[in-house]
T-cell receptor, first 112, second 113 residues
Framework: NAGVTQTPKFQVLKTGQSMTLQCAQD?????MYWYRQDPGMGLRLIYY???????DKGEVPNGYNVSRLNKREFSLRLESAAPSQTSVYFC???????????FGPGTRLTVT | DQQVKQNSPSLSVQEGRISILNCDYT??????FLWYKKYPAEGPTFLIS?????DKNEDGRFTVFLNKSAKHLSLHIVPSQPGDSAVYFC????????????FGTGTRLQVTL
């Protein structure tokens, strides 16, 4: 039981490049989330998926897109990376009707 | 508008003493409050939670207190240990919001020998 896994762990992009961050959970959770963590800003919600087939914007969605591929997988795409997207990205999931979220280990992204 | 605030970015406590981490919130509709612990290069892990209808919840060395009238909660760690050194995030949840959490900015706790 791996919990929530994220790939890659680290990534360096040039401004304008695109990439997809992958997230998968094996806990049969319905809801999945993408956060970014920046110094002094805490964890801010980018997008979430309450259930398979649905996605919604969070607090800071601009510059990102998501895909809920199936119940297990939720990916985050940066179409044209900007230096302001340099951050640590966390994926999380939760039980149906629950509030305790389980987090992956994070992806550290640097955009130069 | 920051609905969950942790006004102390850092805290240093001696081993064996009590650590008190504070959190304030503005939205009286929150139903649950959670504390997460985060080590460097790892994801946050759930530590303890409290329902809005309670004023205290205890789990071993960790106790969370909720003062609804003041919209304030605190996490007490007694006794503090070096392994408790981490960043602690306060989070709040409102029923019916797709299990979304609203996080504070975090407090870095350092437990010294």
């Amino acid at each position: 039981n791996a919990g929530v896994t994220q790939t890659p762990k680290f990534q360096v992009l040039k401004t304008g490049q695109s990439m997809t961050l992958q997230c998968a959970q094996d806990m049969n959770h319905n809801s999945m989330y993408w956060y970014r963590q920046d110094p002094g800003m805490g964890l801010r919600l980018i997008y979430y998926s309450a259930s398979e087939g649905t996605t919604d914007k969070g607090e800071v969605p601009n510059g990102y897109n998501v895909s809920r591929l199936n119940k297990r997988e939720f990916s985050l795409r940066l179409e044209s990376a900007a230096p302001s997207q340099t951050s640590v990205y966390f994926c999380a999931s939760t039980n149906p009707g629950g509030y305790e979220q389980y987090f992956g280990p994070g992806t550290r992204l640097t955009v130069t | 508008d920051q609905q969950v605030k942790q006004n102390s970015p850092s805290l240093s406590v001696q081993e064996g003493r009590i650590s008190i981490l504070n959190c304030d919130y503005t939205n009286s509709m929150f139903d649950y409050f959670l504390w997460y612990k985060k080590y460097p290069a790892e994801g946050p892990t759930f530590l303890i939670s409290i329902s809005s209808i309670k004023d205290k919840n205890e789990d071993g060395r960790f106790t969370v207190f909720l003062n609804k009238s003041a919209k304030h909660l605190s996490l007490h760690i007694v006794p503090s240990q070096p392994g408790d050194s981490a960043v602690y995030f306060c989070a709040a949840y409102r029923t019916g919001t797709a299990s979304k959490l609203t996080f504070g900015t975090g407090t870095r706790l350092q437990v010294t020998l």
